[in-house]
Antibody, heavy 115, light 107 residues
Framework: EVQLVESGGGLVKPGDSLRLSCAAFGFTFSPYGMNWVRQAPGKGLEWVSTIGPSSGYIFYADSVKGRFTISRDNAKNVVYLEMQTLRVEDTAVYYC?????????WGQGTMVTVS | SHELTQPPSVSVSPGQTAKITCSGDVLTKQYAYWYQQKPGQAPILVMFKDTERPSGIPERFSGSTSGTTVTLTISGVQADDDADYFCQASAPGGSYVFGTGTKVNVL
């Protein structure tokens, strides 16, 4: 079964750091671009970051640029989101998504609370 | 900034047709994608490249485009279609933008 499983969320204080992981199962990971998308409680979806198949391109939303770092390990089928200098407004469910004719596979999300 | 605007809500009776619009300048140059999200669940892709339906998505979902507006149409709405719907497109600089979201209320 094609699946993405996020982990690493939790409750942190403003200014803290956190690393999210997203493990891919059931498909060949390396050819796909991957994204992180977040959703604050009761709000809409916000794109956070994208990484290309071989990390050849990386993009960030302005709201996280300079604080978040996306990376991937194709040998382990994992994509990461390193988050530093967290702010209250970073509180959200963070989803990992596969990029293929749209975001065709989503994980179940991991909650990050900054308070 | 590049924005995609959707109506906050659309109400429809079972069996009727729901039309959800998404407007933004980027849509004249970029494809639109649509996602359905039910409470407590992750979104799922229901339309890609404006009018293409992923496998497993019912035929009652269709997409269309005209200028700066794309539309997701649900024909013969069912209770199971009660959900939030978000459009999404690429924006300059490698970024993505999501629409503001529309709650479809099946009466």
């Amino acid at each position: 079964e094609v699946q993405l499983v996020e982990s690493g969320g939790g409750l942190v204080k403003p200014g803290d750091s956190l690393r999210l992981s997203c493990a891919a199962f059931g498909f060949t990971f390396s050819p796909y671009g991957m994204n992180w998308v977040r959703q604050a409680p009761g709000k809409g979806l916000e794109w956070v970051s994208t990484i290309g198949p071989s990390s050849g391109y990386i993009f960030y939303a302005d709201s996280v640029k300079g604080r978040f770092t996306i990376s991937r390990d194709n040998a382990k089928n994992v994509v990461y989101l390193e988050m530093q200098t967290l702010r209250v407004e970073d509180t959200a469910v963070y989803y990992c998504t596969r990029e293929a004719e749209g975001m065709d596979v989503w994980g179940q999300g991991t909650m990050v609370t900054v308070s | 900034s590049h924005e995609l605007t959707q109506p906050p809500s659309v109400s429809v009776s079972p069996g009727q047709t729901a039309k959800i619009t998404c407007s933004g300048d980027v849509l004249t140059k970029q494809y639109a994608y649509w996602y359905q999200q039910k409470p407590g669940q992750a979104p799922i892709l229901v339309m890609f490249k404006d009018t293409e339906r992923p496998s497993g998505i019912p035929e009652r979902f269709s997409g269309s485009t005209s200028g700066t507006t794309v539309t997701l149409t649900i024909s013969g709405v069912q209770a199971d279609d009660d959900a939030d719907y978000f459009c999404q497109a690429s924006a300059p600089g490698g970024s993505y933008v999501f629409g503001t979201g529309t709650k479809v209320n099946v009466l």
